[in-house]
């Protein structure tokens, strides 16, 4: 054999070397891309998995706009990611609810609080969402009320260091034992009852909290007027004596 057909021999076998090597490093890359699909899909069926995305709003305290569905013993039934879930009734409301079947196809919104799968079980809540309303809606009412103002409100309660009064814009304040009257008042039940309806002033507003006064207005209204002295009226009469006493012709 020739020297110039040993080297054509050669070149060829690096060239079926470099051919092999080549496919096998595209095969190589076909298996990863394949892998990183699968892990795609999977990624994919966790996402459509409700019970996966209740979890997450739950961790995430997504508040979620539902509707009421239907009316069971003890709450209500609200739907969530195609999953049937139960709003207990003293989560649904922050005060006692008479007539549950008032919420029937009502909109709310709710919060997911227990999730367990294996027992089929979703629990939502609306009460925390209505009490940070309630909080944000307080802090604005106080935001504009002006010390001095006067409102009408009720007793709403009385302990022995003064009366919670509700006025008449929702909000509560305290009137203290020594803001009640004038006169010495020692307990505030001797001298008001609950239901009691009040005028009261505000006084001062702290850290969310506001004071009243009743006493304040009592002495408004009963402030000293100027006195004015009016002689009687013989003192006012005068004879021709008196006026040309002191005349001299």
């Known amino acids: ?64 706009p539902l509707k009421v569905e239907g009316v069971v013993n003890g709450g209500v039934i609200v739907m969530v990611e195609g999953l049937r879930g139960f709003v207990p009734a003293s989560k649904l409301s922050l005060s006692y609810i008479e007539d549950l079947e008032t919420y029937l196809l009502k909109d709310i919104e709710a919060q997911v609080i227990d999730v367990d799968q294996a027992n089929n079980r979703l629990v939502l809540s609306a ?6 309303k309630e909080r944000k809606a307080r802090e604005e009412q106080i935001a504009n009320l002006k010390i001095g103002t006067v409102l009408e409100g009720t007793v709403e309660t009385l302990q022995n260091y003064g009366a919670f009064v509700k006025l008449e814009n929702g909000l509560s304040g305290l009137v203290h034992v020594s803001q009640i009257s004038q006169k010495r008042v020692k307990m505030p039940s001797d001298v008001l009852n609950v239901g009691d309806k009040v005028t009261v002033k505000v006084i001062g507003i702290k850290d969310g ?3 009243l006064s009743m006493k304040a207005l009592e002495e408004a ?3 000293p007027e100027e006195k004015v002295v009016i002689p ?18």
Not at 127 to 132: N, T
Request: avoid cysteine.
């Open 127 to 132: 009460r925390e969402i209505l009490k940070e």
């Open 1 to 64: 054999m020739s020297e110039e057909m040993k080297v054509e021999m050669q070149a060829d076998e690096a060239a079926e070397n470099k051919t092999a090597e080549a496919a096998a490093e595209q095969t190589a890359e076909s298996a990863v891309e394949n892998t990183e699909t699968m892990a795609d899909y999977e990624d994919h069926f966790d996402d459509a998995n409700p019970w996966n995305r209740v979890k997450e709003y739950m961790e995430n305290k997504t508040v979620l």
């Open 221 to 223: 209204k009963e402030a």
């Open 232 to 249: 009687k009226s013989e003192n006012i009469g005068t004879s021709l004596g008196d006026l040309f006493k002191n005349l001299k012709l």
């Open 209 to 211: 909290k506001v004071s």
